[in-house]
C-alpha cells in the first residue's frame, strides 16, 4: 500500500486504534489549526473504515503545553502519555535536543512514532510530516531583498534558539542571502531570553543600527511582537513574519507588514494522522513528507487558493 497524506482512502486499522499526538503552544491559532486538521483527518478515517461506535472508532488525543518553550511540561505530557500506551506517538519537539529518552521508551514498547512540525536532533529514521523551514527561510529572505530594495542591514527576531524550526528558518534565510544578496548584511539574530524581551532586544539594536533596513520574524509570536514593538514608529523596518493568524492578516491589511510566509497547519496535522494510521496499519512509510507553504502580501492574501493558510 502507498498513502496518500491528503486522504484517509485505503488504511485499514484495527479497532479501537489510539493515535496521541503532544505539540507545543495549544493557546495559538497555529496549534489550532493543526488539531483541526487531525480532527477531521480521523473523522475520515472512521466514516471510511464504518467505525460507529465508541469502542470501534480511532481515537485520537491531543496534547501540548500552555506556552511556547516549557520543555519540562511537554516532557512529562509525553511521559504520561506513553503510560496510556497509545498505537501511535505523534511528537512535535520543542527542544530538538528532548524527547530521546521518550522515543526510546516508545520504541521499546513497540509504539511507532512519528514527529510533525519540529524535529528532533539525532533521530532521522524516524518519518516527519513538517515544512521545508530551510526553504521558509529562503523564500522570507527573497522578499526581504524585494523589501529593502536589494541591499541594506537587517536583523532577524528567532522563536527558540534550540527549536529545529527556527534553527532551519534562520539558516535558510542567511544562506539565501549570502548567495544571492550580499549587499544585504544580517547584522544580529535576537532571541528569545529570560533576561530581556524581544521588544528590549530589538530597541538595542535598532539603536546599535539607525539605518536598520529589515527585520525577519521566524515564527507568529515574534512576528506579533515585533509589530506591536513598531507600531509607534515612524519610517519602521520592513517587517517579514511567518504564518497568519488574525493578528498577522491586519497587519498585512494595514501595510504594517511587508508579508509572510504561511506554513499549512491544517495540511500538516491531516497528513500526520494519515502518516500515523498507515504506521499502525503497517503501510511503508515515507520518511519526509513536506506539508508546503506560501508567500501572502496585500495582494494576494484574500485570494480564494490561499485561504488554506489563514487562520483565527
Given at each position: ?8 482512502e485505503?488504511?485499514q ?9 503532544v ?22 478515517l472512521?466514516?471510511?473504515l ?31 502519555v ?9 511528537i512535535?519537539?520543542?527542544?530538538m ?18 514527529i ?37 542591514k537587517v ?10 524550526t ?16 550580499p549587499?544585504?548584511?544580517v ?11 524581544i ?12 539605518d536598520l ?50 506554513q ?19 503501510v ?6 513536506v ?17 488554506k493558510?489563514?487562520?483565527?
Amino acid at each position: 500500500l502507498v498513502a496518500d497524506y491528503t486522504s484517509a482512502e485505503g488504511i485499514q486499522l484495527e479497532p479501537g486504534t489510539h493515535i496521541a499526538l503532544v505539540g507545543q503552544n495549544l493557546s495559538t491559532g497555529y496549534w489550532s489549526a493543526v488539531q483541526e486538521g487531525a480532527q477531521q483527518a480521523i473523522a475520515d478515517l472512521n466514516e471510511t473504515l464504518g467505525y460507529t461506535s465508541k469502542d470501534d472508532k480511532v481515537k485520537l488525543t491531543f496534547e501540548g503545553t500552555d506556552t511556547d518553550g516549557d520543555v519540562e511540561t511537554q516532557i512529562n505530557t509525553i511521559d504520561a502519555v506513553l503510560s496510556e500506551n497509545p498505537d501511535v506517538l505523534c511528537i512535535s519537539a520543542i527542544d530538538m535536543d528532548s524527547c530521546k529518552a521518550q522515543i526510546e521508551t516508545a520504541q521499546e514498547n513497540g509504539i511507532p512514532v512519528v514527529i510533525l512540525d519540529s524535529g528532533i536532533a539525532g533521530e532521522d529514521q524516524l518519518s516527519v510530516c513538517a515544512t521545508d523551514n530551510v526553504a521558509l527561510g529562503a523564500e522570507a529572505a527573497k522578499h526581504m531583498s524585494e523589501a529593502v530594495g536589494g541591499s541594506g542591514k537587517v536583523v532577524i527576531a528567532a522563536h527558540q534558539e534550540s527549536a529545529q524550526t527556527s534553527v532551519d528558518r534562520v539558516n535558510g534565510f542567511r544562506n539565501e542571502l549570502a548567495a544571492s544578496n550580499p549587499d544585504i548584511t544580517v547584522e544580529t539574530v535576537i532571541y528569545e531570553s529570560e533576561e530581556k524581551s524581544i521588544a528590549e532586544q530589538l530597541q538595542e539594536a535598532m539603536t546599535l543600527y539607525p539605518d536598520l533596513e529589515g527585520i525577519f520574524c521566524t515564527n507568529e509570536e515574534m512576528t506579533q511582537t515585533v509589530i506591536s514593538a513598531l507600531k509607534d514608529i515612524e519610517n519602521a523596518p520592513k517587517v517579514i513574519g511567518v504564518d497568519a493568524g488574525k493578528e498577522v492578516q491586519e497587519a498585512v491589511e494595514e501595510g504594517v507588514l511587508y508579508g509572510t510566509v504561511c506554513q499549512n497547519p491544517y495540511g500538516m496535522g491531516y497528513a500526520t494522522i494519515v502518516m500515523a494510521a498507515g504506521a499502525a496499519a503497517g503501510v511503508p512509510k515515507s520518511q519526509f513528507v513536506v506539508s508546503g507553504f506560501q508567500w501572502l502580501d496585500s495582494g494576494n492574501m484574500n485570494n480564494e487558493e490561499n485561504e488554506k493558510y489563514l487562520y483565527n
